[in-house]
């Protein structure tokens, strides 16, 4: 081994003179480092441990502030940690420390050199180890190391108990079985009155109370003292933490706890303390009314105040409140809403979260109003954050809270015209998602639609591209209620739609063609017979609006809008541009877009001649070809009229597997054959019935479902087949007796304060898929019973998973499980040490006989007298065999006795509670 | 376990001290320093010191050049968590004597030490400026 030269380490380079050359950075500071890293590489394998150590820190150095890798230097530091000098030893521990995790190849080696120092008579390196063990300790670690740190549990020296305290946390979490060594000598530190020993024995219970907070009821008398008489902020802090979670679990316990909490509450002058109380009584106590309202009002103070701290942690406070006391975010309504333009995005995004709370079907437009007002002021992010939240809110349960549906979707229109909106995809879902739900809204929709498609600025934003293609949807899908459907072609076939992605081109024409055909239908098959039939009776409601249209301004209340306009002429124009727009869409590299504009321009001339003809001479019907072109326009009128539903998404499930149809063979083949060929989109999707109709050929693949046959035959083929399997079709929304077949599956008197949009919308989620929706779609109240049922269930078994977990099986035992003997053991020994002998005198250890170490000032009152070591001794270990099995509650009443006695004892005020009754018995004081 | 990591950070961004409670790669360690600097550092003084990151919360406070930010889990008590900084901040004021950012560079070492005086496995263990600080002295002494 080729070591550095005794040169080298007189001319080492200190960690000093590396940082200096750090900052002077003559060479630049990555080959600066690597320079250095190659010196210490070399230092390291020096013999002298001092240069040995100098490396090491400096590597620590490199390595904290420049993440450098110094793994490879573990054994190197084990080296120096043997060092009988302190401070290469101090170097060692701080490199170990730092460095070393659970995968460290050498870490077991360091465990004697631990166990050294844990024993040693210097309490600094003593508490070194101790800090390192905290850091790195493993299972070998934690178990090897037990024993040392269950003495360290009761030394004299102040300095080196608490760190061995904090540290059996670790032990514990590692090494559960060190719980029955060490948890009784833990538990004796919670008595000591010395304030660094409390801090570190109530931080660590604070911890472990956290992970399973019934082991720790026990305690709870201890932890109340702690509470009552502490004088620290921090330790009264960590108690009310523990607290915070003993409390739901015990209501006795709450109730003496309480009160105290209060009180310090109103006296305390620290921000912090305070803070903590209103916590624990918001989170934990929101039962009781005066403690809650004490809380409120020191809220409110915080709310109020200057300092964005304690404005966000009022806020924060106020939204654990929401959920049990809502009135407590309406009385301070005014906070919140002005919050919300808070030059802080935290705090805006804290009370938009209460305004969110806040939101009832009485309010909501009132709120999104508000909302939305903000939303166009403030930034890009805060404004996606607030729409995204209005509408995962309205959207809730199947649009619980709405009930003027012609609002919302009219506020969907406006929201999608704030200039950084973003959230494109969910509007268009849920303007999908509404048209198909909510029948009496369609009208509206179409004209918010309208609006969105007829502005060509809009078709520029490409957020806005998703909104776009629904509103181009809904404009296809209900172009029954539309008032001027020429408008509609007019604004699906603008030049500026080729700004579109293909995929919402595609749709663009799709619904163009829906419109084209409804006109010609209009025009030629309706229009022919009876001029101004109107199209749907819904439109006389909307007969206000139409003086926005010149050509529909004349028309008289309740005729139709739609027929008036189109006239042969117009229909004219209207193939006209139908070929102008799409004949370059013709060209197009999207098969998609590609083939629908090839769909509509195939039907377009099959219709011109009929168009044609008709202009000259109307009433000539009974030409053939004219006849033929007006069967082709009602059987495509027909197929497009079919209304869509919303489909459960577990409808699929329903249909029953035909025989001979194995669906899980392996179709890897026959990706090989047919891998090139595109997916049909659902609504290509053809039953290819043969057919004798000549044209069939023509629009076969117009992407309808009947594609053949004579309207009624398809109709009534469709409806044959509806009837064998009815189950998975969703009742349309125009078959009215289909939908009063189905009883409503919610309660009418849940949604008693709905109105018709409501109900209706009710009516139309209800039918039939009812249970088996997504749970998110799921409107009735039942089934989020059901869910909740089914939520509740996996908890409980955790949490009887989380008992058989080794740490809180351990502590139970030794809190629990152990009483059963104690009766035997300790009363008949020493009648009056019954106070906190009783959960710790079941361990023992052969350490424990020379415990007599620290007792402190109340030791008179709860002396402890652990003769009986052999009985216990036995008797502990019979229970550990038990302890496996053992239900906790069998031993809580078992042991229920002594504790009762204990608290007599303790303090004076007898609870009169049946020990049978009692899950925590009376040592709750 | 309480605190998670301690940083001191300057006002560029580089790390000048790193106390992590729960064992990270150096890549990890790289990815999450960065993202919390940048968070942090663009906060004016009007902001909160409270920042949510991942599923665990942020509590800084800026003194002269430097930052201290320090991890904690959700349920910590952020005020009690910033009289922290406070009391380590003054240790090292006490210690050093009007504490700059090269004090703690050049005693890195040192600063680490009075961080595990006053924090052990995440959590507080010592609160009193004395206490962490006579260990330290007679170390001093003794080297």
Not at chain 1, 832 to 860: A, F, L, P, Y
Request: include cysteine; aromatic fraction near 6%; charged fraction near 25%.
């Amino acid at each position: 081994m080729s070591g550095p030269s005794l040169m080298d380490s007189l001319f080492q380079r200190t960690l000093e003179d590396l940082i200096k050359g750090l900052r002077q950075q003559l060479i630049g500071e990555q080959a600066f480092i690597s320079k250095a890293l190659e010196e210490i590489r070399k230092e390291i394998k020096s013999t002298d441990l001092s240069t040995k150590s100098t490396a090491l820190l400096k590597l620590c150095y490199l390595s904290n502030l420049h993440f450098h890798d110094m793994s490879f230097a573990a054994f190197h530091a084990l080296e120096v940690l043997s060092s009988p000098r302190f401070s290469h030893k101090k170097i060692a521990y701080h490199a170990i420390s730092l460095s070393f995790h659970d995968s460290t190849p050498v870490l077991l080696l360091i465990t004697n050199h631990l166990r050294k120092d844990l024993t040693s008579t210097n309490e600094f390196e003593v508490s070194l180890s101790l800090q390192c063990l905290s850091r790195i300790a493993n299972v070998d670690l934690a178990r090897d190391l037990t024993p040392e740190v269950f003495t360290l549990l009761s030394s004299n020296k102040l300095y080196v108990r608490k760190r061995a305290v904090a540290v059996v946390l670790r032990v514990f979490e590692k090494y559960p079985d060190s719980v029955r060594v060490c948890f009784k000598r833990l538990v004796e530190n919670l008595e000591n009155y010395d304030p660094q020993i409390l801090s570190a024995v109530v931080g660590v219970f604070s911890e472990l109370a956290c992970k399973d907070p019934r082991s720790y009821l026990p305690l709870a008398p201890e932890f109340y003292k702690i509470l009552v008489d502490s004088k620290s902020n921090w330790i009264s802090i960590k108690v009310l933490k523990i607290f915070a979670k003993l409390a739901p679990l015990e209501p006795r316990l709450a109730n003496r706890v309480v009160e105290p909490i209060c009180d310090l509450m109103r006296k305390t002058g620290a921000k912090s303390l305070l803070f903590e109380c209103v916590r624990t009584v918001v989170t934990s106590f929101s039962e009781y009314e005066s403690a809650v309202r004490l809380a409120v009002e020191k809220i409110r103070e915080f709310l109020v105040d200057e300092d964005p701290n304690l404005k966000y942690l009022g806020l924060h406070a106020l939204s654990i409140v929401a959920s049990k006391h809502l009135w407590v975010v309406s009385e301070n309504k005014e906070v919140v809403i002005k919050s919300l333009s808070d030059p802080d995005p935290n705090i805006k995004i804290e009370s938009l979260r209460l305004v969110m709370a806040m939101v009832s079907e009485h309010n909501v437009a009132e709120i999104s109003k508000v909302l939305v007002n903000y939303a166009l002021k403030s930034d890009p992010l805060f404004c996606n954050e607030i729409l995204g939240s209005i509408l995962s809110t309205c959207s809730r349960n199947v649009y619980e809270i709405i009930v003027d549906f012609d609002w919302y979707v009219s506020l969907l229109g406006e929201m999608s015209r704030i200039p950084h909106c973003q959230m494109g995809e969910e509007i268009e879902n849920q303007f999908i998602d509404i048209g198909l739900r909510v029948k009496d809204v369609r009208p509206e929709l179409v004209r918010v639609a309208r609006d969105l498609l007829i502005d060509p600025a809009l078709l520029g934003n490409s957020f806005l591209h998703r909104v776009l293609s629904a509103a181009a949807w809904v404009s296809g899908e209900y172009v029954e209620f539309s008032r001027n459907p020429l408008e509609f072609m007019e604004a699906l076939l603008q030049p500026r739609t080729s700004l579109l992605p293909p995929s919402i081109m595609a749709i663009y024409i799709q619904s163009a063609f829906k419109v084209l055909v409804f006109c010609l239908h209009t025009c030629f098959v309706r229009g022919g017979s009876t001029a101004g039939v109107s199209a749907s009776a819904s439109y006389e409601s909307f007969d206000d609006l139409s003086v926005e249209n010149g050509a529909d301004s004349t028309v008289a209340h309740g005729q139709t809008c739609t027929s008036a306009p189109i006239t042969n002429e117009s229909i004219v124009n209207l193939l006209k541009l139908v070929e102008l727009a799409l004949s370059p869409l013709l060209g197009s590299h999207d098969v998609e877009v590609q083939e629908r504009a090839r769909n509509l321009l195939g039907f377009v001339d099959l219709i011109k001649l009929e168009a044609l003809n008709s202009s000259g001479q109307e009433e000539n019907d009974s030409e053939r070809k004219g006849v033929e072109a007006t069967k082709i326009i009602r059987l495509v009128h027909d197929a497009f009229s079919k209304e869509l539903g919303p489909v459960s998404l577990t409808a699929q499930g329903k249909v029953p597997v035909p025989d001979g149809l194995t669906l899980n063979e392996n179709l890897g083949d026959l990706e090989t054959i047919c891998g090139d060929i595109e997916l049909p989109s659902s609504n290509t999707f053809s039953f290819g019935y043969p057919s004798e109709e000549k044209d069939v050929s023509s629009f076969s693949n117009l992407q309808i479902k009947e594609d053949s046959g004579q309207s009624n035959e398809s109709t009534s083929l469709l409806a044959e087949h509806r009837k064998r399997h009815g189950l998975y079709y969703l009742p349309s929304g125009k078959s009215e007796v289909i939908s009063n077949d189905y009883p409503p599956a919610n309660d009418p008197a849940l949604q008693g304060d709905n109105n018709d949009n409501a109900s209706d919308l009710v009516k139309l989620t209800a039918e039939s898929l009812v249970p088996k929706r997504k749970p998110n779609h799921s409107k009735p109240r039942p089934v989020v019973v059901k869910l909740d049922e089914v939520d509740e269930k996996p908890v409980a078994v955790k949490q009887l998973e989380s008992r058989d977990d080794s740490l809180s099986g351990a502590v139970r035992d030794i809190l629990f499980g152990s009483e059963d003997i104690l009766p035997t053991s300790s009363r008949s020994n020493l009648p009056n040490s019954n106070r906190k002998g009783k959960k710790k005198q079941h361990m023992i250890t052969q350490v424990e006989s020379k415990e007599n170490v620290v007792d402190d000032g109340n030791s008179s009152s709860r002396r402890r007298k652990d003769h009986s070591h052999g009985k216990e001794r036995r008797h502990r270990k019979k229970n550990a065999e038990e302890r496996n099995e053992t239900d906790r509650k069998e031993k809580e009443s078992s042991s229920n006795h002594p504790r009762r006695h204990k608290s007599r004892q303790r303090a004076e005020e007898p609870l009169k509670v049946p020990p049978q009754t009692s899950v925590i018995p009376d040592f709750l004081l | 376990m309480g605190i998670r990591f301690i940083l001191m950070v300057n006002k560029q961004g580089q790390t000048r001290l790193a106390q992590y409670y729960e064992w990270l790669t150096l890549e990890e360690r790289r990815a999450l320093e960065g993202e919390i600097v940048r968070k942090c550092l663009a906060r004016n003084e009007q902001q909160c010191s409270f920042v949510e990151h991942r599923n665990y919360k942020i509590v800084y406070r800026r003194y002269a050049s430097l930052f201290f930010l320090v991890g904690v889990d959700n349920d910590e008590n952020e005020l009690a968590i910033l009289e922290f900084i406070h009391l380590l901040v003054e240790t090292m004021d006490r210690h050093f004597g009007n504490v700059c950012e090269l004090d703690i560079m050049f005693h890195l070492e040192k600063a680490h030490f009075m961080l595990e005086e006053m924090v052990m496995n995440g959590s507080i263990v010592e609160t009193s400026k004395a206490n962490i600080l006579s260990p330290i002295q007679l170390m001093d002494k003794a080297s």
